[in-house]
C-alpha cells in the first residue's frame, strides 16, 4: 500500500511538474522553420505513448475479468497481481517519456513570446498556426497524462482487491466447518473405493506406458538423477566430514561441535535428496516421460519422501540415540528412539495427507472423501502429540524415569488436543494447518535455530580455531589466531545467509504465500522504489558495496604491486614511495566510491540539499578537519618534506615516519611518537635537514685558555676535523676564532657532512680527538666558576651583631667564604 502510494503521488507530481506553464518572454524571431520538425517529433511521441496506454487499458481489462471470474483461485490472484505491478510500472514510464517534449513545448511557447494583446497589429499566420499546435500538442499530452493517472489508481486499486481476495481465502479456508455427517455416510466407502481404482488405473496406465515406450528414458533420467545427488551428498561429505559425521572416539565433544554436526548432517543429506527428486521430476519432463496427472501425483510423492526424510534427519541430529555424548537435549537413550519413530511417524502422515489432497483434487473426488482422509490424518498428527508429551525422556539421579517440564508437557497436550478437537468439531481444514505447521514449519524453525546457534558459537573468539578446518588451516599454513577469528566472522556470516535464504522461503510458503509474491518481492528489490524524487533499491545499494568492496581489494592490491614490484626495482626513495602510494590509495578509493555510487543508482542531484547542509555544517564545526585534509593533500603534492625526513617543526624534532591527509607521524629520537595535525605544518615555519638531500654542516664550539698557544689550538682541530672519514673534503672543513670570551678564546669547528643524520656521532667523535690532543699539546680547556649568593636563612647564620652594625667583610674575604660553601662549575 505504501508504495503504491507513493507511485501515485510521484506520478501526480510530475503531471503538475510537466503541465506547468514556463514564463513567457516575447521574442518572435525565425518561427517557420521549426515548426515542420516539432510536428513530426510531436506526432511521433504522443502516437507512440497513445498506443502503449490504450494496450495497457485492454490488458487491465483482461485482468480485471479474470479477478472477478477466478476469485477464488490463489495462484491466479498472484500472477495477476504480478501482471498489474508490471503494468503499474509501464504506465510510469509512459509519464516519464512526455518530459522531454513538454520541455520542448514549453522552451518554443518561450521563443515565440506572449500573443499580441488587444490593439497591437497581429503575429503573422505562421506565427499564430505554430503556437495552436503546441497549445493542442500539450492538452493532448496532458490529456493523456490524465488516463495514465486514471489507469495507475485503477490498478492499484485492483491490487489492492486482490490483498484483500487472497487474506479473505486464507481466513475463510481457516475458519470453514464441515458437516462430518457427510464423511460418515454411506456413500463415502464407495467413493473412496472409486477414487482408489481411478488412481490404480492412471498408474499403472501409465507404468505399462513406461515399460513399453519409455523405459530408457526413465533409466536415464533416474541414473543421471542419482548421479547429481550423489557428487552433491559424497563430495560434501568429503569436504565437510567432520562437519558431518560424529567421532565416537571423542568422548566430550564441544557444545559448537554437536551444533555443527546437527545442522549439517541434516541440511547436506536433506538437499541432496531434494535435488534427488526435483532432477528426477525435471528429467522426467524434459524426456517426456510424465503426464498432467502422473507429474502431479509424482510431486505430491516427493513432498512425502522429502518430507519425512527431512524430519527423521533432523531427529537422529538433535537426539542422537547411538551416541549419547553428541545429544543436545540430556535425554535417555530409549525414550529417544522412541521420539525418533513418532516424529517420523507424525512426518509422514502429514505427507500423506498432502498426497491424499492432491489425489483428490486431480481426481475430482467427492468432498466427503477428502473430508474424511483429511479428519483421519488431523486425528491421528493429535494421538502422536499426545503419545510425545507423554514420553518421560529424562532420569533422576536412582536412575528413574522423568518427564518433560510441566511447560513443554501441557504444551504437548494442548497442541495435539487442539487438532483432535478442531477436526472433531468440523474445522478440517484448520485442524489440517495446525498438523502441517507443527510438523513442517517445526522441523524447517528447529533446523534454523540449531544453524543460527551454530553460527552464533562459531562467532565467538577462538572457537573457529577450535574446529577441525581452524587446525587444519593452522597447522598446515600457520594461519594466526586474529585470521582464524576473522574467518570464524565470516563464516558466521555465510551460515545466517544461507539459513535465511533457504528456510525463510520454505517457511513463508506453509503460511499461504506464493512462488510469485517473492517473486514480486525479489522484483522490488531489484528494480527499487521511490520515495519522492529519490529512488532507493536495496538490491542496487548491495551491488554498490560489493563494487567499492571489489575496489577497495583491487586499489590495496595495486598499491602493494606499485611499491613492491615497479618503485622498489627503480630504487625510489621511500618518501617519494610512500607520497605515490598514500595518493594511488586515495585516488582509488575516491575513484572506487563514484562507482559504487553509480552502482547503487544515487543520483547525487538529488541530495544537493542534504550537501548544502553538510557543507554549512563543515563551515563551523568541521574547519579543522577539512583544514588538515586539505593541508594534507597539499604536503602529498608538494612534498616539502617525507617519509624518513629529519625536521624540526616548533618544538618537534624528529623523522617523519607518516604523512596521511589528517596528521603527519613524527618519531623522535627519544622513540616517542607525535602526531602533529598537518595544518600545523603548513601554516607554521619547518625545518628539513634532509629536504634535497642529506648534506648538512655541523658546529662545534671549543673554548681555549688565553695563555695557551691559540695558532696550535687551531691547527690541531682543522687536522682532526679534516682527518675524520665522515667529514666532506668539499666544502672543506674550517674553523673560526669566534670571539674572545670573558674566561676563554672561542673557537668554533664547522664542518660538512655527506648524511647529516650522522651528526651526533661526528660530533662525539671530534670532541674526544679534540680534547685527547689538547691534553697531549698542554692546551687548557677554561671553565667559568658561576657565583651563586647565598639566602636569607645562610645570611642569618652570619654574626648578627655584625649585620645590624652594617659591618661587611672585604671581598676578598667574601669570595673566598661563597667559593668554598656554594661553589659550582657551569656545565658547559
Given at each position: ?19 506547468a ?7 518572435a ?7 515542420a520538425?516539432?510536428d ?14 490504450d ?18 483461485n ?34 518554443r ?5 506572449p500573443?499580441p ?28 497524462l490524465?488516463n ?44 473412496a ?16 506406458f513406461?515399460v ?21 551428498q ?17 568422548e ?15 541440511l ?12 528426477t ?5 524434459y ?22 526424510f ?11 540415540p ?50 474424511l ?20 525422556p ?11 517440564p510441566?511447560?513443554?508437557r ?13 477436526a ?6 484448520f485442524?489440517?494447518f ?14 534454523a ?12 573468539e ?19 589466531e ?37 517473486a514480486?518481492?525479489?522484483?522490488k ?26 575496489g ?50 544515487i543520483?547525487?542531484?538529488s541530495?544537493?540539499l ?5 557543507s ?78 642529506k ?6 664550539k ?9 695558532k ?28 674572545f ?25 671530534i ?12 692546551i ?7 657565583f ?41
Amino acid at each position: 500500500m505504501l508504495f503504491d502510494i507513493l507511485r501515485r503521488l510521484a506520478l501526480l507530481v510530475l503531471l503538475a511538474s510537466m503541465a506547468a506553464s514556463y514564463p513567457l518572454v516575447a521574442n518572435a524571431q525565425q518561427p517557420a522553420a521549426v515548426g515542420a520538425d516539432t510536428d513530426a517529433t510531436a506526432g511521433g511521441v504522443v502516437d507512440t505513448q497513445r498506443q502503449a496506454i490504450d494496450m495497457l487499458t485492454v490488458k487491465v481489462d483482461v485482468i480485471e475479468k479474470e479477478i472477478n471470474a477466478s476469485d477464488e483461485n490463489e495462484e491466479g490472484l498472484v500472477k495477476a497481481r504480478a501482471e498489474l505491478e508490471t503494468i503499474d510500472k509501464a504506465l510510469l514510464d509512459s509519464g516519464l517519456a512526455f518530459r522531454p517534449r513538454l520541455s520542448e513545448i514549453n522552451s518554443r511557447i518561450e521563443q515565440l513570446g506572449p500573443p499580441p494583446g488587444e490593439g497591437q497589429p497581429p503575429e503573422p499566420e505562421l506565427v499564430a498556426k505554430e503556437r495552436q499546435a503546441l497549445a493542442t500538442e500539450k492538452a493532448e499530452i496532458n490529456v493523456l497524462l490524465g488516463n495514465a493517472e486514471d489507469l495507475s489508481v485503477r490498478v492499484n486499486g485492483l491490487v489492492n482487491q486482490i490483498a484483500t481476495l487472497r487474506r479473505d481465502l486464507f481466513t475463510n479456508m481457516l475458519t470453514r466447518r464441515y458437516q462430518l455427517r457427510e464423511a460418515f455416510s454411506g456413500e463415502v466407502g464407495s467413493a473412496a473405493q472409486q477414487e482408489l481404482g481411478t488412481l490404480y488405473r492412471a498408474v499403472s496406465s501409465w507404468l505399462r506406458f513406461v515399460v513399453q515406450f519409455k523405459h530408457q528414458a526413465v533409466l536415464t533420467a533416474t541414473f543421471l538423477a542419482l548421479l547429481a545427488a550423489a557428487i552433491l551428498q559424497f563430495g560434501g561429505k568429503r569436504l565437510f566430514r567432520s562437519l558431518v559425521d560424529r567421532n565416537p572416539a571423542i568422548e566430550e565433544p564441544s557444545y559448537l561441535s554437536r551444533l555443527s554436526v546437527a545442522f549439517w548432517s541434516t541440511l547436506l543429506p536433506s538437499i541432496a535428496v531434494s535435488v534427488f527428486l526435483n532432477s528426477t521430476i525435471g528429467l522426467y519432463n524434459y524426456f517426456n516421460v510424465l503426464r498432467g496427472d502422473i507429474g502431479v501425483f509424482l510431486n505430491g510423492v516427493s513432498v512425502v519422501i522429502f518430507v519425512s526424510f527431512f524430519v527423521n534427519r533432523l531427529s537422529h541430529a538433535v537426539l542422537s540415540p547411538d551416541m549419547p555424548a553428541w545429544r543436545l537435549l540430556p535425554i535417555e537413550s530409549r525414550p529417544a528412539r522412541i521420539l525418533i519413530w513418532l516424529l517420523t511417524a507424525m512426518a509422514l502422515v502429514v505427507g500423506v495427507d498432502f498426497l491424499m489432497g492432491v489425489v483428490s483434487d486431480t481426481l475430482s473426488s467427492p468432498l466427503s472423501v477428502t473430508i474424511l482422509k483429511s479428519l483421519i490424518a488431523a486425528i491421528t498428527v493429535g494421538v502422536l502429540l499426545i503419545l510425545i508429551g507423554s514420553v518421560k525422556p529424562f532420569a533422576d539421579k536412582d536412575g528413574e524415569p522423568r518427564p518433560w517440564p510441566a511447560t513443554l508437557r501441557f504444551l504437548f497436550y494442548f497442541l495435539g488436543a487442539t487438532t483432535i478437537v478442531s477436526a472433531l468439531l468440523g474445522y478440517v481444514s484448520f485442524a489440517q494447518f495446525v498438523s502441517r505447521q507443527i510438523v513442517i514449519t517445526g522441523a524447517m524453525l528447529a533446523t534454523a535455530y540449531i544453524g543460527f546457534l551454530s553460527s552464533r558459537a562459531i562467532a565467538r573468539e577462538g572457537s573457529f580455531a577450535d574446529t577441525s578446518i581452524g587446525h587444519r588451516l593452522k597447522g598446515r599454513y600457520d594461519t594466526e589466531e586474529a585470521v582464524l577469528d576473522q574467518l570464524g566472522l565470516a563464516a558466521s556470516l555465510l551460515i545466517n545467509i544461507l539459513i535465511v535464504v533457504v528456510f525463510l522461503p520454505l517457511v513463508l510458503f506453509q503460511w499461504g504465500f506464493q512462488p510469485g509474491d517473492i517473486a514480486t518481492w525479489l522484483n522490488k528489490l531489484a528494480t527499487g522504489f521511490q520515495i519522492g524524487s529519490f529512488s532507493f533499491s536495496p538490491l542496487a545499494i548491495l551491488t554498490g558495496l560489493l563494487v567499492f568492496a571489489l575496489g577497495y581489494f583491487v586499489t590495496r592490491w595495486f598499491q602493494g604491486w606499485l611499491d613492491g614490484s615497479v618503485m622498489a626495482r627503480g630504487k625510489v626513495d621511500a618518501g617519494v614511495r610512500n607520497s605515490i602510494r598514500t595518493i594511488v590509495g586515495y585516488a582509488g578509493l575516491a575513484l572506487a566510491t563514484l562507482i559504487a555510487i553509480s552502482a547503487a543508482g544515487i543520483n547525487l542531484s538529488s541530495l544537493a540539499l542534504i550537501a548544502g547542509g553538510l557543507s554549512l555544517g563543515i563551515g563551523f564545526g568541521l574547519q579543522n578537519v577539512v583544514s588538515n585534509f586539505v593541508s594534507g593533500l597539499i604536503l602529498l603534492a608538494e612534498r616539502p618534506f617525507k617519509a624518513g625526513d629529519w625536521i624540526v617543526a616548533g618544538t618537534v624534532t624528529g623523522t617523519v615516519k607518516k604523512i596521511s591527509v589528517r596528521a603527519t607521524e613524527i618519531e623522535t629520537f627519544q622513540r616517542q611518537t607525535v602526531i602533529l595535525p598537518n595544518s600545523e605544518l603548513i601554516n607554521s615555519a619547518v625545518g628539513n635537514w634532509t629536504h634535497r638531500n642529506k648534506l648538512g654542516r655541523i658546529d662545534i664550539k671549543v673554548n681555549v685558555a688565553y695563555d695557551s698557544d691559540a695558532k696550535r689550538a687551531h691547527e690541531i682541530m682543522l687536522e682532526i676535523t679534516r682527518g675524520h672519514p665522515m667529514v666532506l673534503k668539499n666544502p672543506e672543513p674550517f674553523v673560526l676564532f669566534a670571539n674572545f670570551g670573558p674566561a676563554a678564546l672561542e673557537f668554533e669547528i664547522r664542518a660538512f657532512l655527506s648524511d647529516i643524520v650522522n651528526s651526533n656521532s661526528v660530533q662525539n667523535d671530534i670532541r674526544f680527538s679534540v680534547v685527547e690532543a689538547f691534553a697531549e699539546e698542554g692546551i687548557a680547556i677554561p671553565s667559568t666558576a658561576r657565583f651563586i649568593m647565598p639566602h636569607e636563612e645562610e645570611l642569618a647564620d652570619e654574626p648578627k651583631a655584625e649585620l645590624d652594625q652594617g659591618k661587611r667583610t672585604e671581598p676578598e674575604e667574601q669570595v673566598g667564604r661563597v667559593r668554598r660553601n656554594r661553589r659550582k662549575v657551569d656545565p658547559d
